[in-house]
């Protein structure tokens, strides 16, 4: 209730799939740490979900710096997926987070389908874990490192493991560096995917003219950022017209007219990623002006909006 | 530790050199809890272009809820930075990172070189405050020419420390490396502190160590959100591993740190 006016407040509930989030705007795993980084700049309790960064069965170091470069309205990253591994994530992360209100969704990588099938299965004895998200853009170790995100059948085959080992949600976040994104969000949809969330970063790199050297020591990274945006959307319609699961969108969302854009465009929520990193309170802007958009537009509930495009 | 979000109107700005400003913010909560060697991150414009924020020590804060940041115009952010007219409201987050251990007794020497200084100041006003003053050795300031020396070495020599100066083009003091300056000192402190160039504090964590002097550096790097998230600041770690700037950082004992050039 608006205590001024006594209207009802807009309703921002959605499900993706069996898992019902209070608002549609989430954090992109790894622009948003493990949560607590966050804890003094924004209200954590506020936001729909909070994904945290991914990881992995065993810790990893990441790549040598320079990891990061800006790029013009974006940011290349090639982190490397550092992270503290999983049992150290639920013994000293996991801890905090389990004590908002907040559903947190863990984003988990791996470099075989065991190691995925394996992190969803530790993970099922974990309290206070509303939802797995499947990052399958890695490179598969035994397949000559090509990404699991990139072949359907390496893709189903992760989605399949992951769906068997555990009774949680499963998300399956897709890589854009694909030609047919619908292809791709078939199989997953097909092999028992609750939804997908898409895009991951795209491929990207830089020189330095004067050293001629990469600026990245990986020499490519991921792009993010406002620049991909266009892409980003153009690949959730594709996707959200191909399957009839749950499509979250991601890239370059960094005010709620962007938010908009890719609810109506098909998306039934948002991640914010980059736009954590300069503007902290990117996603509280966002659950408010969705608010602010739906007494405007006179519309009782958020889901009006999902999908809904006008395209003749 | 605190970390706040402030829209800091511009209270001063001072252009040191052609290409280094020096700019006086109104951040009453980042200025109350700052400790030498911390930093903020600051957003410079509106727009998306640039994108993200760019990391300044603290040169000075004060009582009146004032800080200070001084920087070498580089690029896009910090030509929008130092064309910032009076009032103009800079979004800060700060203070972060971890700042200079202030607890050690004895003599001690500060080494700044470039925009290296900055930090320094914060730090020598703080020492001075606590009430170290005493016979203390010079602090060592180097840059490219005078001009960028000129008022920062007088500021030192008010807070009560001698000061010497190196420059490159050895328009004023010694013709040559700051560095050159510790040899004669080293033997005197029980603690160096330093922040510049990494050639210079590679050099200077490489005497203390020849001379078994503690020695703090500051570190600098490419940074996304100082908050620990991006995981984009690293530096490589003595013990194997990445130290991560804006957390393990800036300020790092000198053998923290993994000193290949």
């Known amino acids: 209730m608006d205590p001024l006016t006594g209207a009802a407040s807009p309703d921002l509930r959605v499900d993706i799939g069996p898992l019902r989030l209070r608002n549609p705007v989430m954090t992109a795993s790894g622009t948003f740490g493990y949560g607590e980084e966050f804890a003094s700049l924004v209200n954590l309790n506020r936001l729909g979900a909070i994904i945290v960064k991914g990881i992995s069965l065993e810790p990893r170091r990441g790549n040598p710096p320079p990891r990061i470069i800006e790029t013009a309205c974006g940011m290349l990253n090639a982190i490397g997926l550092e992270n503290v591994g999983v049992d150290r994530f639920i013994t000293e992360k996991l801890p905090f987070l389990r004590r908002l209100e907040t559903p947190v969704i863990v984003n988990i990588l ?46 189903t085959a992760v989605t399949r493991s992951v769906r068997q080992a555990t009774g949680l949600p499963v998300i399956i976040k897709l890589s854009p560096n694909v030609t047919d994104i619908a292809l791709i969000a078939r199989a997953v949809e097909e092999a028992g995917a609750d939804a997908i969330s898409l895009i991951n970063t795209l491929l990207g790199m830089a020189v330095d003219i004067r050293t001629r050297r990469p600026r990245l020591a990986n020499i490519f990274g991921g792009l993010s950022g406002p620049a991909i945006k266009p892409v980003a959307l153009r690949m959730v319609w594709q996707a959200a017209r191909a399957v009839s699961i749950p499509v979250v969108g991601i890239g370059g969302i960094t005010t709620v007219e962007d938010a908009l854009e890719f609810l109506m465009a098909g998306a039934t929520a948002v991640q914010v990623g980059t736009a954590n990193f300069f503007r902290p309170t990117a996603t509280e802007e966002i659950v408010a002006g969705l608010e602010e958009f739906l007494r405007q537009e006179d519309l009782s509930s958020v889901r009006q909006l999902i999908g809904s495009l006008k395209t003749e | 530790m605190p970390e706040f979000q402030e829209k800091s109107p511009v209270r001063g700005r001072e252009q040191l050199t052609p290409d280094v400003c020096r700019l006086t913010l109104h951040a009453p909560k980042i200025a109350e809890h700052a400790r030498p060697g911390q930093f903020v991150m600051a957003r410079a414009g509106a727009t998306l272009d640039p994108l993200l924020r760019r990391p300044f020590s603290i040169h000075k804060a004060t009582g009146d809820g004032l800080i200070s940041i001084l920087f070498k115009v580089v690029g896009k952010g ?184």
């Open chain 1, 110 to 155: 791996g470099d075989s389908i065991e190691e995925y099938s394996r992190l969803a299965d530790k993970l099922n004895y974990a309290r206070g874990i509303a939802a797995l998200e499947v990052n399958i853009s890695c490179p598969n170790v035994k397949k000559g490192g090509v990404a699991f995100g990139t072949v359907p059948e390496m893709a």
């Open chain 2, 78 to 261: 910090t030509r929008l930075l130092a064309a910032a007219a009076e009032s103009v409201e800079i979004d800060l987050i700060g203070p972060l990172g971890r700042g200079f251990d202030t607890t050690v007794a004895g003599p001690h020497c500060l080494i700044g070189g470039g925009m290296g200084i900055a930090p320094l100041y914060f730090l020598a006003e703080r020492l001075m405050r606590a009430g170290r003053q005493a016979s203390n050795p010079p602090v060592l300031l180097g840059a490219q020419t005078q001009a960028e020396l000129l008022l920062l070495a007088e500021e030192f020599t008010e807070l009560g420390y001698p000061v010497l100066t190196a420059t490159d083009d050895g328009t004023i003091g010694h013709h040559g490396f700051v560095t050159e300056l510790l040899d004669d000192i080293l033997p005197e402190v029980q603690q160096v502190y330093v922040c510049g160039p990494m050639p210079m504090m590679r050099t200077v964590a490489l005497k203390c160590r020849a001379a078994g002097t503690p020695c703090q550096v500051s570190l600098e790097t490419h940074m996304a959100c100082g908050l620990g998230a991006c995981l984009g600041c690293t530096y490589p770690a003595s013990g194997g591993g990445y130290l991560h700037v804006c957390k393990d950082g800036p300020v790092c004992s000198a053998e923290e740190v993994t000193w290949t050039l």
